[in-house]
């Protein structure tokens, strides 16, 4: 089975302060980690397992900056076979449907049984890509998927719905499946692994390798378009409880009696 | 007079919440900018749902046949195409939920109507759309127009919107045909599937003690597990515990999980995300503990702590024990 990834670097902002430059086109960069997208992550973990199940290859793409090269080679290190970097420069401020533009032009260039992608990205979290991708390669579709078993010409997925509800559906291949976080569980990089693929070869497409005019991934080509960022609002906003854990444990154990929360 | 169309969302005969918060948005739209308001019910056997949603709305459009009784993006797509076709809405919504999420994107290739998702606020702006977002772990908010065309797609966060009441008269409910599919069809619905019974039922427990992302490590989990016992409360989590398998999935509060409501929830290290507080309802009382003075828990929190967790979990345990 030929698997394509396609993944995302991403800042990590879960814990760490978010500072929106000046008049709010966008955030400021220099102070945030990045790595792979989370939901990224479990896709090339799924992907590889496919392989060591059932055979094939397995292939990362991404569109991004020189820096996400990185990303790329700690999927080498999982077990991802090639890497593909696209040259981010022409893809400043794509949306989603301009990176789905881009990375069927690099699903052109293989012939793939399954495209994996994140079901969600941790940036913006559209959770759009995947379906976009498939609608353009006119191939089927299946989001937030839970668990994928090949059959065949046809791979049986399940996809994740509310209130712990899965529900399965058969696709037939080639498909796209937009990966769940929870479905497996990501195989640790070490240092040493990450050196290992050190010298593996990267090659970096420009959108004329991929086929693309320059008007069809510029921010003229965007069916989403930016307008700004800002602020939340407060909200409600919390009182907040001070003083030394043992005052504060006993001012939190005060409100929870007072609410009937315990006897 | 422009439409909005909503996609009502119904699984195994019953009408999802959601779809009552875009009623209120398509009220609210009909109202500011003159749309005309409809529902669209796709499914079969779903006259008592047309029926339900014309309570609420003016027009209800239903497409009623066999092979729409289980969701599939491919089937609800055609139906849907062809009904932004004949109708020409300027705006159609569909909650941001797994249906929203499987079908508006492929709808919006297939249509050529640029599609906004997960958005908190959509509104009309000149002939277009606007829409405002959350982004980057729910700390800043993104504002976005949608590129000028004959028609445009929203998924709608939950809880974005309260809940319609209904409307004083009742609707006209309209019969579609359904058009033809796509042949072959390439997705096959084979059938739906309850998380396992659970051995713990957190959504009826007055006290919750609740434990996110901050707990770092599947080693701390007794600690979390301790002070739960000793105040008498159980022991639930957002999801990234769940996703490292750290404690079972019928712990996890939220959207994907188990909805409580009990009388006080004690979120530790957990930071807000939309889809873990959507689980939290009734009027019971939030204190939330996090070392990140900006995580949007506070936002939504009675009662906020910024500490590290662990210090807060072995004094309350400290005194609780006293």
């Given at each position: 089975?030929?698997?394509l ?6 800042p990590?902002?879960?814990d760490?302060?978010?500072?929106l ?9 220099e ?6 997208n989370?939901?990224?992550?479990y ?6 397992r ?9 292939t990362?793409?991404?569109i991004?900056?020189?820096?996400s090269e ?6 080498l290190a ?14 400043r401020?794509?949306?989603p449907?301009v990176?789905?533009r881009?990375l069927?032009?690099?699903a052109?260039?293989?012939?793939y049984d ?7 990205s941790?940036?913006?979290?559209f959770g759009?890509?995947?379906p ?10 299946a989001t937030l998927?839970t668990?994928?078993?090949?059959d065949g010409?046809?791979v049986?997925v399940?996809r994740e ?8 559906l058969r ?6 499946l937009t990966?769940?976080?929870?479905i ?14 050190r010298?593996?070869e ?5 959108t004329?390798?991929l086929g693309l ?9 965007n069916?989403?378009v930016h307008t ?7 909200g409600k906003?919390a009182e907040m409880?001070?003083?030394t854990?043992?005052e504060?444990?006993?001012?939190i154990?005060?409100?929870v009696?007072e ?5 | 007079m ?11 005969g019953?009408v999802?919440d ?9 009220r ?8 005309e308001p409809?529902a669209v019910v ?8 047309a ?8 027009r209800v459009v239903a497409v009623d046949?066999?092979p ?9 797509a055609a139906?849907?195409g062809d ?6 809405p ?10 929203g ?5 492929r709808l919006?290739?297939?249509s050529g109507?640029?599609?906004?998702t997960?958005c908190m606020e959509?509104d ?14 729910g700390?800043?908010l993104?504002?976005?127009t949608?590129?000028s ?13 309260p809940a319609?009441?209904?409307a004083?008269s ?6 579609r045909?359904?058009?033809?599919f796509?042949?072959?069809l ?6 739906y ?12 427990a007055?006290l919750i ?17 301790e002070?739960?016992d000793?105040?008498?409360a ?10 490292k ?10 959207t994907?999980?188990r909805?409580v409501k009990?009388?006080?929830?004690l979120?530790?290290?957990i ?8 689980g939290i ?17 506070f936002?939504?929190?009675d ?6 967790m662990?210090k807060i979990i072995?004094?309350?345990k400290a005194e609780?024990g006293?």
């Amino acid at each position: 089975m030929q698997i394509l990834v396609c993944v995302k670097r991403v800042p990590d902002t879960a814990d760490a302060e978010v500072v929106l430059q000046p008049g709010g086109s966008g955030i400021e960069e220099e102070d945030l980690a990045f790595g792979i997208n989370e939901w990224d992550n479990y896709a090339v973990e799924e992907a590889i397992r496919l392989k060591e199940a059932h055979g094939g290859t397995v292939t990362v793409a991404t569109i991004g900056p020189s820096e996400s090269e990185d990303v790329l080679r700690r999927c080498l290190a999982m077990g991802a076979d090639e890497a593909v970097l696209v040259d981010g420069a022409p893809f400043r401020d794509a949306d989603p449907y301009v990176v789905a533009r881009g990375l069927s032009a690099v699903a052109a260039r293989g012939a793939y049984d399954l495209i994996l992608t994140g079901a969600l990205s941790g940036d913006h979290g559209f959770g759009i890509v995947g379906p976009i991708l498939a609608g353009y390669l006119d191939r089927p579709h299946a989001t937030l998927v839970t668990s994928v078993v090949p059959d065949g010409k046809h791979v049986r997925v399940t996809r994740e719905l509310e209130g712990g509800l899965e529900e399965t559906l058969r696709l037939e291949l080639p498909a796209v499946l937009t990966i769940q976080t929870g479905i497996n569980e990501p195989r640790y990089v070490s240092i040493m692994g990450i050196r290992k693929v050190r010298a593996k070869e990267i090659p970096v497409l420009d959108t004329a390798a991929l086929g693309l005019a320059p008007e069809d991934v510029g921010a003229q080509a965007n069916r989403i378009v930016h307008t700004g960022l800002a602020a939340p609002p407060a909200g409600k906003s919390a009182e907040m409880l001070r003083g030394t854990p043992a005052e504060i444990a006993r001012k939190i154990l005060d409100i929870v009696k007072e609410r009937g929360g315990m006897a | 007079m422009p439409k909005v169309l909503i996609v009502v969302e119904h699984r195994c005969g019953t009408v999802k919440d959601a779809t009552f918060e875009l009623v209120t948005l398509a009220r609210k739209l009909a109202d500011a900018s003159g749309l005309e308001p409809a529902a669209v019910v796709i499914g079969h056997q779903v006259a008592a749902l047309a029926d339900t949603l014309a309570r609420y709305l003016p027009r209800v459009v239903a497409v009623d046949a066999e092979p729409l009784a289980d969701f599939r993006y491919e089937t609800h797509a055609a139906v849907l195409g062809d009904i932004l076709e004949t109708e020409a809405p300027l705006l159609t919504l569909a909650p941001h939920t797994a249906f929203g999420m499987e079908l508006f994107p492929r709808l919006s290739v297939e249509s050529g109507f640029p599609c906004a998702t997960d958005c908190m606020e959509v509104d009309t702006e000149g002939s277009g759309i606007s829409v405002t977002r959350s982004v980057y772990s729910g700390k800043v908010l993104s504002r976005a127009t949608l590129a000028s065309a004959a028609g445009y797609l929203a998924t709608v966060r939950s809880g974005s919107y309260p809940a319609a009441v209904e409307a004083g008269s009742p609707g006209a409910v309209e019969q579609r045909p359904c058009p033809a599919f796509p042949t072959p069809l390439r997705t096959e619905h084979l059938g739906y599937r309850e998380a396992a019974a659970a051995a713990v039922d957190i959504s009826q427990a007055p006290l919750i003690v609740a434990v996110g992302r901050g707990i770092k490590d599947a080693d701390n989990i007794p600690q979390a597990q301790e002070l739960a016992d000793r105040l008498g409360a159980v022991l639930a989590c957002s999801r990234p515990v769940v996703d490292k398998k750290w404690l079972d999935k019928e712990r996890q509060v939220g959207t994907s999980g188990r909805t409580v409501k009990p009388k006080a929830y004690l979120a530790f290290g957990i930071s807000g995300a939309f889809q873990h507080m959507a689980g939290i309802k009734g009027p019971g009382v939030l204190i939330a503990v996090n070392k990140d003075p900006k995580a949007p828990i506070f936002a939504a929190a009675d009662y906020g702590v910024v500490e590290d967790m662990f210090k807060i979990i072995d004094a309350l345990k400290a005194e609780a024990g006293a």
